[in-house]
């Protein structure tokens, strides 16, 4: 069993940065991979990043490829989005998740959510 608990969403404006953690609670963190979801009003909840229980291995969506940047920190028990050159496009609720395994972009394979952050980039 995983708890997550992001933090670190809020109010930017367009061009700033933000950066979201993840809290996970238990033992067995490292097992997990780890993802990135986001849902804007009205949308349905849309992959943005995962990585590997390692963290040797990422990958992002195309609309924040070489903009966010995901990393984990098994130490700590630990997963963050590191958000550049926001876009008001950008504004959503953000999810962390944890799944068994090698992570996928589909959220339906993803077996632990967090509550979500709000973020929000005003143009």
């Known amino acids: 069993q995983v708890q997550l608990v992001e933090s670190g969403g809020g109010l930017v404006q367009a061009g700033g940065s933000l950066r979201l953690s993840c809290a996970a609670s238990g033992r067995t963190f490292s097992s997990y991979a780890m993802g990135w979801f986001r849902q804007a009003p009205g949308k349905e909840r849309e992959f943005v990043a995962r990585i590997s229980w390692s963290g040797g291995s990422t990958y992002y969506a195309d609309s924040v490829k070489g903009r966010f940047t995901i990393s984990r920190d098994n130490a700590k028990n630990m997963a963050y989005l590191q958000m550049n050159s926001l876009k008001p496009e950008d504004t959503a609720v953000y999810y962390c998740?944890?799944?068994w395994g090698a992570g996928s972009s589909w959220s339906g394979a993803y077996n632990y959510w967090g509550q979500g952050t709000q973020v929000t980039v005003s143009s």
């Open positions: 998740a944890a799944t």
